[in-house]
């Protein structure tokens, strides 16, 4: 049984976590993206890179890349999330790391079911419409005849015969 429950492309999932360094409980329920936009990806990106620092940020240490990675992931996917994760300067960030790892991981995961959903799906659709074309159910498109004379073949151009493009101002150089 999944530990997610799926609204469209939403993903809810429970969280019930000690943190390492505080022995805090945590216990909440959270609903993160499964889909995330290519804007997404360029805010995660952002601030990933502001977290590390604008000067050596490649001298970050392999846990801090971790938590700048795991931060600025769920600032872009979580959608809801509860009370003990929020924070004034940036939501979970306050939270001990492992706690902050797990919900990083879960959110990833629940992407992954996600993604395998819709793959099985296709997969369902494309044998049901294979077996009924079979059947006969219903009927192959037929291959889409051209008309003659539109035709187009890599050896139907000629560099030659292409008009000279230039690229500035539009004046002689």
């Known amino acids: 049984m999944s530990d997610f429950r799926f609204d469209g492309s939403i993903a809810e999932f429970d969280y019930q976590g000690i943190g390492e360094r505080t022995q805090q409980t945590y216990l909440g329920t959270f609903r993160a993206k499964c889909i995330i936009s290519p804007m997404d990806h360029i805010k995660a990106d952002r601030l990933y890179r502001e977290l590390l620092g604008t000067v050596n940020p490649h001298l970050a240490s392999k846990e801090t890349q971790n938590f700048a ?8 996917r979580l959608v809801d999330f509860p009370d003990f994760f929020k924070n004034k300067e940036l939501n ?4 001990d790391s492992n706690v902050l790892i797990d919900i990083i991981n879960k959110s990833i995961d629940a992407q992954e079911e996600y993604k395998e959903q819709l793959d099985e799906r296709l997969k369902n659709m494309q044998d049901m419409l294979a077996k009924r074309i079979k059947n006969k159910q219903i009927e192959k498109e037929e291959d889409i005849e051209q008309e003659p004379g539109t035709d187009v073949d890599d050896d139907d151009f ?4 292409l ?9 002689d150089e």
Do not use: I, N, R, W
């Open 69 to 76: 990675f795991a931060l600025s992931q769920l600032k872009v």
């Open 163 to 171: 008009p000279e493009v230039t690229l500035g101002g539009g004046k």
């Open 92 to 95: 979970g960030s306050h939270l």
């Open 158 to 161: 000629d560099e030659d015969d």
